[in-house]
């Protein structure tokens, strides 16, 4: 197979790359290509009206993310004075690219199954643009499969070429997550599952040119049912925990002293006594991976499993997860009668509206979740969402001033800082319902509160 990345590195030109896709995964893989020696970078992305916006703010310079992120606003500004990125929505673009790394959205639906609408429109754009001898990267989370049954099909449809001779395609799925998306893009080991053994060679000769973690090759389905098993395992473990610390507390125990002491267990040379770290657990898993990825591996699995499987376990795990908003709200109304404070006239103060610490990514958040079901008045502050298509955020005092329930949805670090005298002077009346274990439950019932906590028992 000719080396075409050292070919087209020993010309010393800039290996031309485009990326589909200017989201949470698409624009940190641009901004390091493109403050990467060597590459050249177009962000192709549809003119829609909820995303159009970020073409014009990237051409500018202007990074469109928020949140934690230390590095892709420098990286974006840096790329674009250096004419080493630029954003586009014309996919006639493709056309000068060596590579094409896919980073569109792949939903669930309402029915929990694949929207692989976006991926499909974007491979047929593609497909009518692509130069023979591109390297083609898939880096969406897709149903095992789609690589070489859905995307290669489309590819080999409108380009007229064929994978493996015409051209390379790979699976190399992402690992990023909000507030740390650069750090672990390049730091963090990377698999590219390629649909020949040709096309693996390319595609780890090209991830190695910026990845400091290490790439491994293997085949296009084993690199897909990689990344879904990799969350699939996250999100039953979460759910273990959640449903551990329902136990600990119908019993009395704090679950997070069982947690300390099962976590201390070292792993001693010899012993041959595995440690089985535990996770948290909390008001619920949102964001855009992990509710959704298991489904992904079902459906590739019955779509294209040689025989049907019982995912009793992921579809229970997903249950128990989805189930902890509501927990939420049970804790809410069980607190509320203790103060003695009918829910229906209160106002509750909800901190955190994104999904995750630090971030403001706020796809699959439980707020959002809680909020369909509080009936009472509410506030909701988030440090990082600067705003919200359905929630109004609110001033942190604001939020708080006049309360009745105090209730912790995310761990954003700002919240740390937070002294309970402080807040008890502020509030109506002093309830805490701490969905992350931000509070010490001591501290707060020793301040006045009622409190209630998941993972703590109310003493
Ligand atoms: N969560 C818990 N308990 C935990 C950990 C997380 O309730 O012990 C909740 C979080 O509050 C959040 C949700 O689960 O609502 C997801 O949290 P996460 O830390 O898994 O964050 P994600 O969705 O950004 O996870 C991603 C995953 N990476 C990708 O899919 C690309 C995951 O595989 C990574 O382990 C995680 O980032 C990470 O921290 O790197």
Redesign the pocket.
């Known amino acids: 197979m000719v080396n075409y990345l050292g070919f087209i590195l020993s010309l010393m030109r800039q290996l031309n790359v485009a990326v589909i896709g200017l989201g949470y995964v698409g624009l940190p893989l641009a901004a390091v290509l493109a403050t990467t020696e060597g590459f050249e970078v177009t962000g192709i992305q549809r003119r829609s009206a909820r995303s159009g916006w970020k073409l014009a703010a990237l051409n500018r310079g202007d990074a469109p993310v928020n949140g934690i992120e230390p590095d892709v606003g420098r990286m974006v500004s840096e790329a674009v004075e250096k004419g080493t990125l630029r954003a586009s929505d014309d996919f006639s673009e493709v056309r000068k690219a060596d590579v094409v790394a896919i980073t569109v959205q792949t939903p669930i639906d309402k029915r929990r199954k694949p929207v692989l609408s976006h991926l499909e429109d974007a491979c047929i754009e593609i497909g009518a643009h692509m130069r023979e001898g591109s390297l083609i990267c898939l880096e969406s989370t897709v149903p095992p499969g789609t690589t070489e049954y859905f995307v290669k099909p489309i590819l080999e449809e409108e380009s007229g070429l064929k994978a493996g001779m015409g051209f390379s395609l790979v699976h190399s799925y992402?690992?990023?997550?909000?507030g740390?998306i650069v750090f672990?893009l390049v730091n963090l080991p990377r698999v590219v599952g390629g649909y020949t053994d040709g096309c693996t060679e390319r595609g780890v000769e090209f991830y190695s040119s910026f990845s400091k973690g290490g790439v491994t090759g293997v085949d296009c389905l084993t690199a897909e049912v990689s990344k879904l098993v990799?969350?699939s395992h996250?999100d039953v473990n979460?759910a273990l925990?959640n449903e551990l610390s329902k136990i600990c507390g119908s019993l009395g125990v704090d679950y997070y002293k069982v947690k300390g002491l099962i976590n201390a267990l070292p792993d001693i040379e010899g012993s041959s006594n595995p440690v089985r770290p535990l996770?948290?657990?909390?008001a619920?898993?949102?964001?855009h991976?992990?509710p959704k990825d298991s489904h992904l591996l079902m459906y590739g699995t019955g779509r294209f499993g040689s025989k049907r499987v019982a995912t009793k376990l992921l579809r229970t795990a997903r249950e128990i997860n989805d189930s902890m908003p509501g927990l939420m709200l049970v804790l809410i109304e069980d607190a509320m009668d203790e103060a003695d404070r009918p829910l229906v006239d209160s106002k509750v103060a909800l901190l955190g509206l994104a999904?995750?610490e630090d971030t403001d990514d706020c796809r699959n958040s439980?707020t959002l979740s809680l909020l369909k079901w509080l009936r009472s008045e509410v506030a909701v502050h988030d440090p990082h969402v600067l705003g919200h298509p359905e929630v109004k955020v609110r001033p942190l005092l604001d939020t708080i001033i006049g309360s009745d329930c105090l209730v912790v949805m995310t761990r954003h670090s700002t919240y740390k800082e937070l002294e309970l005298p402080c807040i008890a002077s502020m509030m109506r009346t002093r309830v805490i319902v701490d969905g992350r274990n931000l509070f010490d439950p001591t501290e707060c019932i020793d301040e006045g509160f009622v409190y209630r906590g998941i993972g703590h028992a109310v003493s």
Not at 174 to 178: G, N, S
Not at 284 to 287: L, N, P, Q
């Open positions: 992402e690992r990023v997550t909000p740390r672990n990799e969350n996250r979460i925990a996770l948290d657990p909390g619920g898993v949102g964001g991976c992990l999904y995750r439980p």
